[in-house]
T-cell receptor, first 109, second 123 residues
């Protein structure tokens, strides 16, 4: 069982906002301070969207934002667009290694 | 423009060996750790191995320790993953990726990824 727990799927309509959670279930609570989020479209490589919980790499739309409450990090996508439909993975440095969540499939209705 | 291009994937029998390579361009290669991550439908994304910017420190997941060897050639801007004693469970798409921070341990975040190389271990 992964130390990072994500919902299997979320959905939303164009223009809406959605939030994907990532619960750090490890006893290594510092792991929640280093959460990154990756977007992956089918057949493509993952793309870094958020790092260190809240920071956005240059070139990533400001519709994507990250936050944390306790041991749960969240990715929020506002103004949902069809192109946002993808798999989203959280990741963090936990107990001496990099761990990925199982992924959340975002469906844009 | 940063580019990472993997090569060397293919079909190999259980117990066999394969060497993956990743050619990097568009950034100061000698300043960044590099890593390999693999992906399967069943196990998702798995961090496999990393190498420091200088190439003097290597890191491995327990699942591949003793079987895989990561290395880099900073004169050629390439990173390699030598995979020995391959098992069926090593079947995956292997991605080469770049560590975001300069001179940092290779544990993320990873800001650029290659297109992936498919490794199939089967008889």
């Amino acid at each position: 069982q992964s130390a990072l727990t994500q919902p299997a799927s979320v959905s939303g309509s164009p223009g809406q906002s959605i939030t994907i959670s990532c619960a750090v279930t490890s006893s290594d609570v510092a792991g929640s301070s280093y959460v990154s989020w990756y977007q992956q479209h089918p057949g493509k490589a993952p793309k870094l969207m958020i790092f260190d919980v809240t920071d956005r790499p240059s070139g990533v739309s400001d519709r994507f934002s990250g936050s944390r409450s306790g041991n749960t990090a969240s990715l929020t996508i506002s103004g949902l667009q069809a192109e946002d439909e993808a798999d989203y993975y959280c990741s963090s440095y936990i107990s001496g290694t990099t761990v990925f969540g199982a992924g959340t499939k975002l469906t844009v209705l | 423009e940063v580019q990472l291009v993997e090569s060397g994937g293919g079909l190999v029998q259980p117990g066999g060996s394969l060497r993956l390579s990743c050619a990097a361009s568009g950034f100061t290669f000698t300043s960044h750790a590099m890593i390999w991550v693999r992906q399967t439908p069943g196990r998702g994304l798995e961090w496999v191995s990393g190498v420091s910017a200088a190439g003097d420190i290597t890191y491995y997941a327990d699942s591949v320790k003793g079987r895989f060897t990561i290395s880099r050639d900073n004169s050629q801007n390439t990173v390699h993953l030598q995979m020995n004693s391959l098992r069926a469970e090593d079947t995956a798409i292997y991605y080469c990726a770049k560590e975001l921070w300069q001179h940092h341990v290779p544990y993320g975040p990873f800001d650029y990824w290659g297109q992936g190389a498919l490794i199939t271990v089967s008889s």
